[in-house]
Protein backbone atom coordinates (compact mmCIF):
# COMPACT_ATOMS: atom_id res chain seq x y z
CA UNK A 1 0.00 0.00 0.00
CA UNK A 2 1.53 3.59 -0.77
CA UNK A 3 1.42 5.85 2.19
CA UNK A 4 -0.11 9.10 0.69
CA UNK A 5 -2.53 9.82 -2.34
CA UNK A 6 -2.54 12.88 -4.53
CA UNK A 7 -5.19 13.63 -6.70
CA UNK A 8 -4.87 16.16 -9.22
CA UNK A 9 -7.46 17.39 -10.85
CA UNK A 10 -6.52 19.01 -14.55
CA UNK A 11 -8.77 20.81 -17.27
CA UNK A 12 -6.73 22.83 -19.61
CA UNK A 13 -3.71 22.74 -17.36
CA UNK A 14 -1.00 22.40 -19.73
CA UNK A 15 0.61 26.18 -18.71
CA UNK A 16 0.98 24.85 -15.49
CA UNK A 17 0.40 21.83 -14.14
CA UNK A 18 3.87 20.24 -14.26
CA UNK A 19 4.79 22.30 -11.19
CA UNK A 20 2.59 20.76 -9.62
CA UNK A 21 3.35 17.49 -10.45
CA UNK A 22 6.89 17.82 -10.16
CA UNK A 23 6.40 18.88 -6.19
CA UNK A 24 4.60 15.95 -4.91
CA UNK A 25 6.69 13.36 -7.46
CA UNK A 26 9.56 14.27 -4.80
CA UNK A 27 7.66 11.56 -2.28
CA UNK A 28 9.28 8.95 -4.93
CA UNK A 29 7.85 5.12 -4.22
CA UNK A 30 5.89 6.23 -0.90
CA UNK A 31 3.16 8.10 -3.25
CA UNK A 32 1.14 7.85 -5.74
CA UNK A 33 0.12 10.53 -8.30
CA UNK A 34 -3.22 10.64 -10.06
CA UNK A 35 -3.71 12.87 -12.84
CA UNK A 36 -6.88 13.21 -13.75
CA UNK A 37 -7.73 14.59 -16.94
CA UNK A 38 -11.27 16.46 -17.15
CA UNK A 39 -11.93 16.10 -20.75
CA UNK A 40 -9.33 18.94 -21.35
CA UNK A 41 -9.81 19.99 -25.03
CA UNK A 42 -7.69 23.17 -25.42
CA UNK A 43 -4.38 21.79 -25.14
CA UNK A 44 -2.02 19.25 -23.94
CA UNK A 45 -3.42 18.56 -20.29
CA UNK A 46 -3.54 14.78 -21.68
CA UNK A 47 -0.49 14.05 -23.57
CA UNK A 48 1.30 15.20 -20.07
CA UNK A 49 -0.51 13.26 -17.59
CA UNK A 50 0.33 10.29 -20.17
CA UNK A 51 4.05 10.90 -20.72
CA UNK A 52 4.14 11.07 -16.68
CA UNK A 53 2.54 8.01 -16.42
CA UNK A 54 4.93 6.71 -18.43
CA UNK A 55 7.86 8.02 -17.09
CA UNK A 56 7.11 6.81 -13.35
CA UNK A 57 4.88 3.98 -13.94
CA UNK A 58 5.19 2.77 -10.77
CA UNK A 59 4.07 6.54 -9.15
CA UNK A 60 1.92 8.22 -11.50
CA UNK A 61 -1.40 7.25 -13.05
CA UNK A 62 -3.49 9.37 -15.72
CA UNK A 63 -6.47 9.09 -15.63
CA UNK A 64 -9.05 10.60 -18.88
CA UNK A 65 -12.64 11.62 -18.12
CA UNK A 66 -15.70 13.02 -20.11
CA UNK A 67 -15.78 16.55 -18.39
CA UNK A 68 -17.55 15.98 -14.84
CA UNK A 69 -16.06 19.42 -13.34
CA UNK A 70 -13.53 19.65 -10.23
CA UNK A 71 -15.88 17.61 -8.25
CA UNK A 72 -16.09 14.55 -10.33
CA UNK A 73 -12.19 14.86 -10.49
CA UNK A 74 -11.87 14.63 -7.21
CA UNK A 75 -14.41 11.52 -7.12
CA UNK A 76 -12.46 9.98 -9.87
CA UNK A 77 -8.93 10.07 -7.84
CA UNK A 78 -10.31 8.76 -4.71
CA UNK A 79 -11.74 5.97 -6.66
CA UNK A 80 -8.25 5.46 -7.86
CA UNK A 81 -6.92 5.78 -4.64
CA UNK A 82 -4.76 3.13 -3.13
CA UNK A 83 -2.94 5.39 -0.30
CA UNK A 84 -3.73 5.30 3.57
CA UNK A 85 -3.53 8.62 3.12
CA UNK A 86 -5.47 11.20 0.61
CA UNK A 87 -5.11 14.85 -0.92
CA UNK A 88 -6.03 17.23 -3.26
CA UNK A 89 -3.95 19.26 -4.65
CA UNK A 90 -4.97 21.79 -7.48
CA UNK A 91 -3.26 21.90 -11.06
CA UNK A 92 -2.43 25.56 -10.50
CA UNK A 93 -0.70 25.19 -6.82
CA UNK A 94 2.25 23.14 -5.30
CA UNK A 95 3.75 22.23 -2.29
CA UNK A 96 6.38 23.19 -0.23
CA UNK A 97 9.67 20.54 -0.46
CA UNK A 98 11.24 20.65 2.58
CA UNK A 99 7.27 20.71 4.70
CA UNK A 100 6.74 17.47 2.19
CA UNK A 101 9.48 15.86 4.03
CA UNK A 102 7.96 16.43 7.34
CA UNK A 103 4.31 15.30 6.28
CA UNK A 104 5.90 12.01 4.51
CA UNK A 105 7.90 11.43 7.91
CA UNK A 106 4.96 12.47 10.40
CA UNK A 107 2.45 10.22 8.21
CA UNK A 108 5.35 7.17 8.19
CA UNK A 109 5.44 7.35 12.18
CA UNK A 110 1.66 6.38 13.07
CA UNK A 111 0.95 3.04 14.43
CA UNK A 112 -1.45 1.07 12.91
CA UNK A 113 -3.88 1.52 15.96
CA UNK A 114 -3.57 5.28 16.63
CA UNK A 115 -3.48 6.67 13.17
CA UNK A 116 -5.71 9.80 12.57
CA UNK A 117 -8.61 10.39 10.17
CA UNK A 118 -7.86 13.70 9.68
CA UNK A 119 -4.12 15.56 9.26
CA UNK A 120 -3.83 19.24 9.47
CA UNK A 121 -1.10 21.13 8.01
CA UNK A 122 -0.40 25.17 7.02
CA UNK A 123 -1.12 26.89 3.41
CA UNK A 124 0.57 29.32 2.04
CA UNK A 125 -1.42 32.35 -0.33
CA UNK A 126 0.98 32.38 -3.77
CA UNK A 127 -0.90 35.42 -4.22
CA UNK A 128 0.35 37.36 -7.54
CA UNK A 129 1.81 40.66 -6.43
CA UNK A 130 1.44 40.37 -2.83
CA UNK A 131 4.98 41.59 -1.02
CA UNK A 132 4.26 39.40 1.44
CA UNK A 133 2.80 35.40 1.47
CA UNK A 134 0.51 35.52 4.13
CA UNK A 135 0.48 31.93 6.01
CA UNK A 136 -2.32 30.67 7.23
CA UNK A 137 -1.55 28.77 9.98
CA UNK A 138 -3.57 26.57 13.36
CA UNK A 139 -1.33 26.87 16.47
CA UNK A 140 -3.42 28.79 18.25
CA UNK A 141 -6.01 26.32 17.62
CA UNK A 142 -4.60 22.39 17.20
CA UNK A 143 -2.18 20.76 20.05
CA UNK A 144 0.75 20.32 18.13
CA UNK A 145 2.45 16.94 16.92
CA UNK A 146 0.01 14.50 18.97
CA UNK A 147 -3.29 12.84 18.45
CA UNK A 148 -6.13 15.58 19.45
CA UNK A 149 -10.26 15.14 19.13
CA UNK A 150 -12.20 18.05 18.59
CA UNK A 151 -12.84 18.48 22.53
CA UNK A 152 -9.04 19.57 22.40
CA UNK A 153 -9.40 22.46 20.07
CA UNK A 154 -9.01 26.01 20.30
CA UNK A 155 -10.98 29.01 18.71
CA UNK A 156 -10.53 29.58 15.17
CA UNK A 157 -10.42 32.76 13.88
CA UNK A 158 -12.16 34.30 11.02
CA UNK A 159 -9.18 33.51 8.14
CA UNK A 160 -8.25 30.04 10.07
CA UNK A 161 -11.31 27.17 9.08
CA UNK A 162 -10.09 24.32 7.79
CA UNK A 163 -9.39 23.95 3.90
CA UNK A 164 -8.72 21.56 1.35
CA UNK A 165 -5.87 23.03 0.88
CA UNK A 166 -4.82 22.19 4.76
CA UNK A 167 -6.53 18.30 4.97
CA UNK A 168 -4.93 15.34 4.34
CA UNK A 169 -7.37 13.08 4.85
CA UNK A 170 -7.50 8.59 5.75
CA UNK A 171 -8.45 7.08 3.14
CA UNK A 172 -10.57 4.77 4.44
CA UNK A 173 -12.61 7.60 6.09
CA UNK A 174 -13.86 9.42 2.94
CA UNK A 175 -15.00 6.20 1.38
CA UNK A 176 -16.49 4.87 4.83
CA UNK A 177 -18.65 7.96 4.62
CA UNK A 178 -19.85 7.66 1.25
CA UNK A 179 -18.32 10.98 0.18
CA UNK A 180 -19.17 11.95 -3.58
CA UNK A 181 -18.41 15.52 -4.48
CA UNK A 182 -21.64 16.97 -7.31
CA UNK A 183 -20.48 17.07 -11.10
CA UNK A 184 -20.60 19.99 -12.96
CA UNK A 185 -20.36 22.34 -9.74
CA UNK A 186 -17.30 24.81 -8.27
CA UNK A 187 -16.63 25.56 -5.06
CA UNK A 188 -17.45 21.82 -3.79
CA UNK A 189 -13.97 21.96 -1.62
CA UNK A 190 -16.42 23.47 0.71
CA UNK A 191 -18.10 19.95 0.72
CA UNK A 192 -14.95 17.97 1.02
CA UNK A 193 -14.05 19.30 3.70
CA UNK A 194 -17.76 19.59 5.46
CA UNK A 195 -19.52 16.50 4.96
CA UNK A 196 -16.50 14.17 6.53
CA UNK A 197 -16.47 15.90 9.41
CA UNK A 198 -18.86 13.56 12.05
CA UNK A 199 -16.76 10.77 11.05
CA UNK A 200 -13.65 12.30 12.58
CA UNK A 201 -12.20 11.05 15.63
CA UNK A 202 -8.47 11.95 16.08
CA UNK A 203 -6.40 14.39 13.99
CA UNK A 204 -3.22 15.49 14.20
CA UNK A 205 -2.02 19.02 13.37
CA UNK A 206 1.71 19.32 11.56
CA UNK A 207 2.66 23.07 12.19
CA UNK A 208 4.74 23.17 8.33
CA UNK A 209 3.73 25.41 5.06
CA UNK A 210 3.34 22.31 3.12
CA UNK A 211 0.35 23.69 1.00
CA UNK A 212 1.45 26.47 -1.73
CA UNK A 213 -2.08 28.02 -2.88
CA UNK A 214 -1.69 30.16 -5.85
CA UNK A 215 -3.71 33.19 -6.44
CA UNK A 216 -3.56 35.46 -9.13
CA UNK A 217 -4.87 33.51 -12.79
CA UNK A 218 -8.30 35.95 -13.70
CA UNK A 219 -9.96 33.17 -14.57
CA UNK A 220 -9.71 31.41 -11.45
CA UNK A 221 -12.73 30.21 -9.66
CA UNK A 222 -12.30 32.55 -6.67
CA UNK A 223 -11.91 35.84 -8.98
CA UNK A 224 -14.46 38.03 -7.42
CA UNK A 225 -16.09 38.30 -10.86
CA UNK A 226 -15.80 34.84 -11.61
CA UNK A 227 -17.77 34.02 -8.26
CA UNK A 228 -20.79 36.44 -8.78
CA UNK A 229 -21.33 34.94 -12.85
CA UNK A 230 -20.94 31.25 -10.79
CA UNK A 231 -23.30 32.17 -7.97
CA UNK A 232 -26.19 29.47 -8.70
CA UNK A 233 -23.26 26.98 -8.19
CA UNK A 234 -22.20 28.41 -4.74
CA UNK A 235 -25.86 28.40 -3.78
CA UNK A 236 -26.00 24.87 -5.00
CA UNK A 237 -23.26 24.13 -2.69
CA UNK A 238 -24.37 26.01 0.40
CA UNK A 239 -27.96 24.76 -0.22
CA UNK A 240 -26.08 20.96 0.28
CA UNK A 241 -24.22 22.08 3.05
CA UNK A 242 -27.85 23.44 4.52
CA UNK A 243 -29.40 20.24 4.23
CA UNK A 244 -26.54 17.88 5.30
CA UNK A 245 -25.75 19.43 8.49
CA UNK A 246 -29.79 19.73 9.67
CA UNK A 247 -30.51 16.45 8.48
CA UNK A 248 -27.59 14.64 10.28
CA UNK A 249 -27.27 13.99 13.87
CA UNK A 250 -23.30 15.06 14.94
CA UNK A 251 -23.00 13.93 18.35
CA UNK A 252 -20.12 15.75 19.19
CA UNK A 253 -20.58 19.17 20.66
CA UNK A 254 -18.02 20.60 19.58
CA UNK A 255 -17.80 19.37 15.98
CA UNK A 256 -21.39 20.44 15.59
CA UNK A 257 -20.17 24.11 16.79
CA UNK A 258 -17.31 24.42 14.03
CA UNK A 259 -19.69 22.79 11.17
CA UNK A 260 -22.27 25.89 12.62
CA UNK A 261 -20.12 28.35 12.05
CA UNK A 262 -18.20 26.72 8.63
CA UNK A 263 -22.11 26.69 7.15
CA UNK A 264 -22.38 30.63 8.45
CA UNK A 265 -19.77 31.89 6.56
CA UNK A 266 -20.74 30.01 3.82
CA UNK A 267 -24.24 31.65 4.28
CA UNK A 268 -22.63 35.22 4.26
CA UNK A 269 -20.05 34.94 1.08
CA UNK A 270 -23.47 33.63 -0.80
CA UNK A 271 -25.23 36.61 0.65
CA UNK A 272 -22.54 38.79 -0.39
CA UNK A 273 -21.75 37.97 -3.71
CA UNK A 274 -25.67 38.39 -4.21
CA UNK A 275 -25.56 41.59 -2.63
CA UNK A 276 -22.35 42.73 -4.76
CA UNK A 277 -24.17 41.48 -7.97
CA UNK A 278 -26.46 44.24 -7.75
CA UNK A 279 -29.50 42.63 -9.93
CA UNK A 280 -33.09 42.24 -8.67
CA UNK A 281 -32.99 38.89 -9.14
CA UNK A 282 -29.89 37.90 -7.04
CA UNK A 283 -31.44 39.84 -4.23
CA UNK A 284 -34.58 37.82 -4.41
CA UNK A 285 -32.50 34.33 -4.70
CA UNK A 286 -30.31 35.90 -1.11
CA UNK A 287 -34.12 36.29 0.32
CA UNK A 288 -35.07 32.45 -0.68
CA UNK A 289 -31.42 31.26 0.51
CA UNK A 290 -32.40 32.28 3.73
CA UNK A 291 -36.31 31.40 3.67
CA UNK A 292 -34.44 28.09 2.44
CA UNK A 293 -32.73 27.45 5.95
CA UNK A 294 -35.96 28.44 7.98
CA UNK A 295 -37.99 26.51 6.10
CA UNK A 296 -35.45 23.35 7.04
CA UNK A 297 -34.35 24.47 10.37
CA UNK A 298 -36.26 27.08 12.30
CA UNK A 299 -33.38 27.40 15.28
CA UNK A 300 -30.39 26.70 12.67
CA UNK A 301 -32.23 29.32 11.35
CA UNK A 302 -31.83 31.93 14.42
CA UNK A 303 -28.24 31.17 14.75
CA UNK A 304 -27.45 31.69 11.45
CA UNK A 305 -29.37 34.97 11.07
CA UNK A 306 -29.08 36.52 14.16
CA UNK A 307 -24.83 36.14 14.14
CA UNK A 308 -23.17 38.91 13.87
CA UNK A 309 -22.05 37.99 10.39
CA UNK A 310 -26.08 37.03 9.71
CA UNK A 311 -27.05 40.48 10.68
CA UNK A 312 -23.85 42.06 8.53
CA UNK A 313 -25.69 40.83 5.59
CA UNK A 314 -29.21 41.21 5.74
CA UNK A 315 -28.91 45.03 6.82
CA UNK A 316 -32.68 46.55 5.07
CA UNK A 317 -32.41 48.95 2.08
CA UNK A 318 -29.88 50.46 -0.26
CA UNK A 319 -28.07 51.70 2.84
CA UNK A 320 -28.17 48.11 3.98
CA UNK A 321 -26.60 46.89 1.01
CA UNK A 322 -23.96 49.87 0.97
CA UNK A 323 -22.81 48.98 4.52
CA UNK A 324 -22.41 45.46 3.61
CA UNK A 325 -20.56 45.86 0.55
CA UNK A 326 -18.22 48.45 2.48
CA UNK A 327 -17.97 45.76 5.13
CA UNK A 328 -17.32 43.39 3.34
CA UNK A 329 -14.07 45.30 1.34
CA UNK A 330 -12.78 46.71 4.70
CA UNK A 331 -12.55 42.24 5.77
CA UNK A 332 -11.32 41.47 2.27
CA UNK A 333 -8.56 43.96 2.61
CA UNK A 334 -7.85 43.47 6.60
CA UNK A 335 -7.95 39.83 6.40
CA UNK A 336 -6.99 39.15 2.58
CA UNK A 337 -8.95 36.12 2.21
CA UNK A 338 -10.38 34.74 -1.26
Known sequence: MK????????????????????????????VEVIIVDDGSTKDETAKIADEYAAKYPTIVKAVHQENGGHGQ???TGLAH????????????DWVDLKSYRRVLATLKKFDEAEEP????ANYVYEKVGAKRKKVIHYDNVFPEETLFTWNDIGHFKMDQYILMHTVIYKTEL?????????????????????????????????????????????????????????IDQQLRVTRRMVDFYTEQKISNQKCRMYMRNY??????VSSIFLILSGTPENLAKKQELWN???AKDKEVYKMLRYSMLGFSVNLPGKSGRWISKTGYKVMNKWIGFN
Do not use: W
Not at 263 to 268: D, H, S, V
Open 81 to 92: ATGKYFKVVDSD
Open 292 to 294: YVK
Open 174 to 230: LKKCGLQLPKHTFYVDNIFVFEPLPYVKKMYYINTNFYRYFIGRDDQSVNETVMISR
Open 117 to 120: DMVI
Open 263 to 268: LRIMME
Open 73 to 75: AVN
Open 3 to 30: LLSFAIPCYNSAAYMEKCIQSVLAGGED
